[in-house]
């Protein structure tokens, strides 16, 4: 007997599909956006009809219909980990900035315009050198929690130079060669080449299409 089995892709990922595959049971894992909707009709929305519409469209797929939903490329784990790599480098640089912002906030309540990111920045708000508009030194709460702060900036601008550091070495050998090649092109550079190797060129495309149904993360290449 056939056993089909399909899911959204969502938090999961693909183990779910990878254990299914290796127990022989057929698993295909679906873009959600991608099963067509009835525009014009008022839809409920429960699980039970949920599950009925992608039994409906899978069969249909089945069957060759292959407008009915896009299967998504399942990669491999080695894959699905590198990924991360970039992944991780692009969230440590946004808690900096996070930092950085509610940092400036803060001390903009009080009139103060110091800079946030000189390194000398947490050395003087721990000596109290760090004054309102009036000369006046800040309040002790306010500069407790600009000093636990400054300590997670400190933090994830220490986690993001170690990242740095292993970063290119840590490339698998196949997304390294991808990169090399990407980053002979114009207007692509060495960080942007190796995003676009471990989020998109891990795949085979067969036209313009699949390239731009999956860019990865929606984000143009980055120098």
């Not at 992944?87 to 509610?102: I, P, S, T």
Request: include cysteine; proline fraction near 4%; aromatic fraction near 4%.
């Amino acid at each position: 007997m056939r056993v089909v089995v399909s899911y959204e892709a969502g938090q999961d990922g693909f183990w779910i599909s990878r254990a299914l595959q290796a127990g022989g049971i057929e698993c295909y894992v679906i873009n959600p956006a991608s099963i067509p909707v009835e525009r014009h009709k008022r839809r409920a929305k429960t699980d039970r009809l949920d599950v009925i519409k992608l039994v409906i469209n899978l069969r249909a797929w089945l069957r060759g219909e292959r407008d009915r939903m896009h299967v998504v490329h399942m990669p491999s784990p080695q894959d699905e980990a590198s990924r991360h790599l970039m992944r991780d480098r692009g969230q440590l640089q946004k808690e900096v900035l996070q930092h950085r912002d509610r940092m400036r906030k803060l001390l903009a309540t009080f009139g103060c315009w110091d800079e946030v990111d000189h390194r000398h920045f947490a050395g003087r708000l721990a000596r109290d050198e760090v004054k309102c508009h009036d000369g006046a030194p800040l309040p002790s709460e306010m500069r407790e929690r600009l000093l636990r702060e400054c300590e997670r900036l400190a933090l994830a601008q220490q986690q993001l130079a170690a990242l740095e550091k292993t970063r290119q070495a840590s490339l698998p050998a196949p997304a390294r060669q991808r990169r090399d090649d990407l980053a002979r092109l114009k207007g692509i550079g060495e960080v942007g080449a190796s995003r676009l190797a471990l989020e998109l060129f891990w795949r085979e495309f067969s036209n313009r299409r699949q390239v731009g149904a999956c860019h990865p993360q929606g984000h143009a290449p980055s120098r």
